[in-house]
């Protein structure tokens, strides 16, 4: 009852505060000064003092990356001082990380191929690990800890109990990356931008800009929350007006420091953009003979975490493979998976069955019933080692735009790897589907949620000022590739 008291106070007061309004450091101009680019061969200008005459300019390279920036000094429009901005060593500039909750590949490569964010090179596709929520892709993005459980809440095993839930959430228990972060709001606020999310993004946005200025550290990790929030009301078209903002911020820190700043724009995970309800798993449980508790004691127990609204559920049980052929019989329900020994059993619609098993770095798949991951056609064209697997990352290229990517390593994690307390059986719902609070669903929308093993929920992006990163890549292998894109850590930590 506190936790409610805490948040409907704070959601009164941050909407106060948003209403009345502040000073806004992002002020950077939306409208394009066209004909003064055109007279300077430029590929856009800006009024960025706001005096009616631009004073910079875009230039970009014959594939039509932004690769220098230019400043008119005498007020005639014409471009004084030229800077390449390719020239510029990583080593000498500040790093700004913008780092965005829920956005998918393929919106974010709408919107560069129309020509927005070119200052960055390509965006490369990054698979997220599976279920595709926030705590675990974040861990895995920097290279850091493992989180608790997938989500606040979680069940442990050990103490056979469900624990955490809203109190750990604004906490912060299952975030243990948080630590990492230069910027990231407080977590009262997450809840606030599920409620007027495109404020709560501005807030976000400003703030971030401010810590930036005060060059404390030169590298600035800032965490986004709210763009979560916009996609969820607001769903694509929410979430390409937030990159419309971003690129205002990004473009005012490349005009305040002279270019003197490398920026990397990433997001943790992607999003269904798809409206969807709330599907009934208690009652589709309870009529099976299952009984929803919060421990196990009996053999018909079964725990079903519930948090957020997204588009997966994990339970645990002890009889894990009689609950997974239940649930898949659930309407919404699009695949079941369950570890038996150091296996991972994942079950289709139809009937569909097949065991993943690992050897090393690579993953072996064996359909007896169907081909629930859709699979047979794309591993017949793959090379197999003596044991059966295929190497993890031949499997990652070839599944890379595949209705479910990289599915094997990723079950497999989410079964054996991916937290401290891996669930017993995990869902992937349908698009149109979600599992979370109902609490939490009576007070939003849902226009786009994520949580699923499918494409649109588990493919997002990385791209960066600093140089091209690899075409495809998993969230785990950005650290690694930033490092040998630039020759620092990622992220330095210091």
Not at 293 to 300: C, G, S, Y
Not at 417 to 442: H, Q
Not at 461 to 489: H, Y
């Amino acid at each position: 009852m506190r936790t409610l008291t805490r948040i409907t106070h704070a959601v009164a007061v941050g909407f106060a505060a948003l209403s009345a309004g502040c000073q806004k450091p992002v002020h950077f101009p939306a409208d394009l000064s066209k004909a003064a680019a055109e007279a300077s061969q430029a590929a856009a200008a800006y009024d960025a003092d706001h005096d009616g005459k631009a004073d910079f300019f875009l230039y970009a390279e014959p594939t039509g990356r932004v690769d220098r920036i230019a400043y008119d000094n005498d007020g005639d429009e014409k471009p004084d001082v030229l800077i390449n901005l390719d020239a510029i060593e990583f080593g000498r500039c500040r790093h700004l990380v913008i780092i965005l909750d829920g956005f998918g590949y393929d919106l974010l490569k709408e919107y560069y191929d129309a020509g927005g964010l070119r200052m960055c090179f390509p965006p490369s596709r990054v698979i997220a690990p599976y279920p595709t929520l926030t705590d675990p892709c974040m861990e895995d993005i920097l290279g850091y800890i493992p989180c608790r459980g997938f989500e606040a809440a979680c069940f442990d095993r050990k103490r056979n109990r469900t624990i955490g839930g809203k109190n750990d959430y604004l906490a912060g228990k299952n975030e243990p990356y948080n630590r990492l972060l230069q910027y990231r709001a407080k977590m009262i606020w997450d809840a606030i931008g599920y409620l007027y999310p495109e404020a709560v993004f501005g807030k976000e946005i400003n703030d971030a800009k401010r810590l930036f200025d005060r060059r404390a550290t030169q590298e600035v990790l800032a965490y986004f929350v709210s763009s979560a929030g916009v996609g969820t009301r607001s769903g694509a078209d929410g979430q390409r007006g937030c990159l419309r903002r971003i690129e205002r911020f990004v473009n005012q820190v490349l005009y305040e420091t002279r270019g003197q700043t490398k920026i990397t724009l990433l997001a943790d995970h992607g999003h269904s953009y798809q409206p969807a309800q709330r599907i009934e798993l208690e009652k589709h449980l309870k009529q099976a003979g299952w009984r929803l508790r919060d421990r196990l004691d009996k053999p018909q127990d079964v725990v079903y975490v519930r948090f957020g609204l997204v588009t997966y559920a994990s339970f645990a049980t002890r009889r894990s493979r009689k609950l997974a052929e239940d649930l898949i019989s659930c309407e919404g329900v699009e695949l079941a998976s369950y570890a038996d020994a150091d296996r991972v059993v994942v079950l289709g619609r139809n009937g569909g069955r097949a065991i993943i098993t690992r050897s090393g770095r690579g993953y072996s798949y064996q359909p007896t019933s169907g081909d629930p991951l859709e699979l047979r056609r794309i591993l017949a064209t793959l090379q197999h080692d003596e044991s059966g697997a295929i190497d993890a990352d031949a499997l990652l290229k070839a599944t890379a735009k595949h209705k479910y990517p990289a599915p094997l390593q990723r079950l497999w994690r989410a079964h054996f790897a991916l937290v401290e307390n891996c669930p017993d059986v995990i869902i992937s719902l349908e698009d149109r589907f979600y599992s979370g609070l109902k609490s939490f669903a009576g007070s939003v929308s849902i226009a786009s949620t994520h949580g699923g093993l499918n494409y649109r929920n588990s493919v997002t992006f990385i791209m960066t000022t600093a140089g091209p990163l690899p075409e495809v890549m998993r969230s785990a292998d950005i650290s690694k590739s930033m490092k040998q894109l630039t020759g620092e850590n990622f992220p330095m930590r210091k």
